[in-house]
Each structure stands twice: as structure tokens, then as C-alpha cells.
């Protein structure tokens, strides 16, 4: 992230602006939880057909 | 209204990987259908009459590829990225309590070169 210093009397540079991902960098190799699987029982569906 | 149950992992619960070994070769039940789908595929066991959704293709790829390898690990490292490593395992893990897959018994065919 880019730090500028300004003084009061001068208005911040537009390339001051913070930009979203410098303040929420996520890890490109971040693992989430992967579910995989997901298992169910068709018992008691005979009527659905 | 149907007797449906899910039995997907809760987030933050531990791993069923008990009773699956990864040192040990699987390979995909003969008595499962695997149908393909857009999100990887659909397993149906025709004993237990339960439904499976793999909800990755990288897993069906994976478990197609088992009985090709002299191991599960080893079916793993050659199909998955390390970093998706242990979410495979708990997948397998998952598989074979399900009875989708299991121990391969047929001794490991060789490819020739």
C-alpha cells in the first residue's frame, strides 16, 4: 500500500484513495473447507414417483 | 413426506476418516452407478439404495483414477493439487463409509510403457 504524507492546508492526491484490495488482501493459496460429499437416503420416496 | 436425511459434514466438525486407510488401494464399488453432472457426478448404491453427490469434478476424476494406483495417497497426489489434499481425504473418507468405494482386492494391472 502506497503511504503519502500530506500537510493540513493540502487536499489529498486522488492516488492517496485507499483501494479495497489493499485493505482486504486475501492469500491466493487460502484453502476453504471444501465439502465434497453430501449423502442421502431416498427410503420412504417410493409414492414420490 | 419422504424419510430423507443428509449427512453432509458440518462446518467445523472433525473428519469421519476413521476405517479408511489411505496407504490402502480403492477403487469405485461395482455396485455403485456413477451418472456425470455438470457439478461432477451422482453415485447410486444399488444395495444400500443411498445417493452420493460428488460436488467436484477433480473427485470424480479421482475416484475413477483409484484402482490405477497402488494406494489412495498415491491416487491423490497424482490427481489433486497439495493444497486441496486433505479435503480429498476426508472425501474418500466419506466414499468409503458410504461403501461407494472401497478396498480394492483385484491385484494392480501394470501398463506397459
Known sequence: MTVTETTPDTALPESAELRADDVAETPADEVVDEVLVEEISIDGMCGVY | ?113
Not at chain 2, 473428519?15 to 456413477?34: I, N, Q
Not at chain 2, 470424480?60 to 497439495?82: F, G, M, Q, R
Open chain 2, 1 to 113: 413426506m419422504p424419510d430423507t436425511e443428509t449427512t453432509a459434514p458440518r462446518p467445523g466438525a472433525t473428519p469421519a476418516t476413521a476405517g479408511f486407510d489411505p496407504a490402502a488401494r480403492y477403487r469405485l464399488s461395482p455396485r455403485v452407478g456413477l451418472r456425470p453432472e455438470p457439478f461432477g457426478a451422482l453415485a447410486y448404491h444399488f444395495d444400500t439404495r443411498r445417493l452420493v453427490f460428488l460436488k467436484s469434478t477433480d473427485l470424480v476424476d479421482l475416484v475413477n483414477a483409484l484402482a490405477d494406483h497402488p494406494s489412495a495417497a498415491a491416487a491423490i497426489d497424482h490427481t489433486v493439487e497439495p493444497r486441496r489434499r486433505s479435503a480429498f481425504v476426508t472425501a474418500l473418507a466419506s466414499l468409503a463409509e458410504s461403501g461407494v468405494v472401497e478396498p480394492a482386492v483385484e491385484p494392480l494391472l501394470e501398463h506397459p510403457a
